[in-house]
Nanobody, 116 residues
Framework: QAQLVESGGGLVQFGGSLRLSCAAS????????MNWYRQAPGKEREFVAT????????NYRDSVKGRFTISRDNTKNTVYLQMNSLKPEDTAVYYC?????????WGQGTQVTVAS
């Protein structure tokens, strides 16, 4: 059974850093594009970052470019999101998502709160 478990969230001050991890199990991790999404209270879930399965290509939403870095370790079946220069508007529940054609797996999320 496919499972994604996020960790690393918490409370951080404005300008601080956090590193989120998402550990995968129950499927062939290296075959999947891995993504981070987030959902703030009262808002829709939104895309944050993605990393390809084969070439490791990355893409980010504009508001996090230059501050967030997505990476993956296929030997550990884990995807990471390094978040620097955090802002209050980054406050949200962060979810990882595994994607390949016709298949999507979601984690349960980890809360990130940035205090001003």
């Amino acid at each position: 059974q496919a499972q994604l478990v996020e960790s690393g969230g918490g409370l951080v001050q404005f300008g601080g850093s956090l590193r989120l991890s998402c550990a995968a199990s129950g499927f062939t991790f290296s075959w999947y594009t891995m993504n981070w999404y987030r959902q703030a209270p009262g808002k829709e879930r939104e895309f944050v970052a993605t990393i390809g399965s084969s070439d490791g290509s990355t893409n980010y939403r504009d508001s996090v470019k230059g501050r967030f870095t997505i990476s993956r370790d296929n030997t550990k079946n884990t995807v990471y999101l390094q978040m620097n220069s955090l802002k209050p508007e980054d406050t949200a529940v962060y979810y990882c998502k595994a994607t390949r054609p016709g298949v999507n797996y979601w984690g349960q999320g980890t809360q990130v709160t940035v205090a001003s």
